[in-house]
Every structure is written in C-alpha cells, then in structure tokens.
C-alpha cells in the first residue's frame, strides 16, 4: 500500500484537500482527529497524561484541551513530552487502519509530518500551502483563536520553504476550483507512479 503525507502549516486547508481527495475514493487518515480519540478513549493515554499534566488533564473522562493547550502555550518541553506519549499509538492505530485500506494508496494527513519526522514512513509527501495573511484569517474566522495563540503555533511549525523541499508535491490553497484541479493532477501522477 502507497502511503501519501499530507501535511501544511495552521490554516494552510490541509482539511480542504484531504476531502478533495476523498471525494476521488482515496482513504484519508486524520491523524490529529484520530490522536483526540485515542486520548480520550485509551486508559494508557489517560493515565500517562494525568501523571504528565495533572489532574486538570481531563474533566469527566474527557480531554481539558484548553487547560493543556496552555500548559504548553507556557512550556514547550510538554509538547514534545505528550508527543512521546501520543504518537507512538497513534502510529500503530495507523498500521492496523492501512491494513483495512483496499484503494491503490491512502493519505495520512499530518500537521506537523516533518516536524515529528513521520515523513520518513511515507511513500510520498504532498504540502498545501497558502500565504501567511490568508491563513491567520482563516484560522481567526473559523476558530476562537487569537493572533498570539497562531504566531505562536506558526512558530512550532516548519516554515513552508522547508517543507517544500522535502515534498514530492505542492498545492496552493487559495482559489478552492484550482486547489480541486491541482488535486485531480497530483491523483493522476500518483496513479501512474504506482502503477
């Protein structure tokens, strides 16, 4: 099975074309979203996070996203220590799900790919990108965020010219009627590489 990353910087519409390629009949794994659920359903996780960040960790069996979030707004070492925690499983919850994939290669779609070095596991890397202004107010519009909170998460992430050189492919995500046709291309390239 290829393995195809998708990952961009905050705001960047990584959702935006992971469901174009959806649409196309390709699996997409959203590692973020997968890593919430296993964070509030797996008892290890739990229990690892609880001793980590405290009782404030979770409130009714449920992960206190805020209170975490400033946590490690304020200490960055916690980030990579949750990291240490959460990713490995979320890795193994990836294997298993692959497994169960029957179309010719699947999306991993993964903020911060290179960051945490899963690009490495990857067949192929596609960055969406978009200019900084465009994804701070798409970030302000659709989430209670606040610049400071985005620069900060800016600054955690690789910067795109970084990430571009590590890609196989690039879309920019400005215009969505040719981000869906730079999607269809790419679809079509990866098609005839595995073929």
């Not at 409130?59 to 975490?68: A, T």
């Not at 050189?165 to 400005?174: D, G, K, P, R, Y």
Request: glycine share 6%; with cysteine; proline share 3%.
């Amino acid at each position: 099975m290829t393995i195809v990353g998708l990952t961009g910087g905050i705001g960047s519409g990584k959702t935006t074309v992971a469901n174009a390629f959806k649409a196309l009949g390709i699996p997409i794994y959203i590692a973020d979203e997968e890593a919430k659920k296993l964070m509030n359903k797996s008892k290890v996780i739990q229990r690892k996070l609880t001793e980590l960040f405290g009782e404030e960790a979770f409130k009714n069996g449920v992960l206190n996203r805020p209170y975490i979030a400033d946590v490690i707004f304020n200490n960055k070492s916690y980030l990579a220590q949750m990291n240490a925690i959460v990713h490995p499983r979320v890795a193994r919850h990836f294997e298993k799900w692959v497994l169960k994939q029957t179309a010719p290669y699947v999306i991993k779609e993964v903020a911060v790919l290179f960051e945490n070095g899963g690009y490495k596991a990857c067949d192929l890397v596609i960055t969406v990108t978009a200019p900084k202004d465009v994804r701070v107010a798409r970030l302000l519009s659709r989430d209670e965020m606040t610049k400071a909170r985005i620069e900060a998460i800016m600054n955690n992430q690789w910067d795109d010219k970084d990430r571009v050189a590590l890609s196989n492919f690039v879309i920019e995500n400005i215009d969505l009627e040719k981000t869906r046709a730079q999607v269809l291309k790419i679809h079509h390239k990866i098609l005839k590489r595995i073929a």
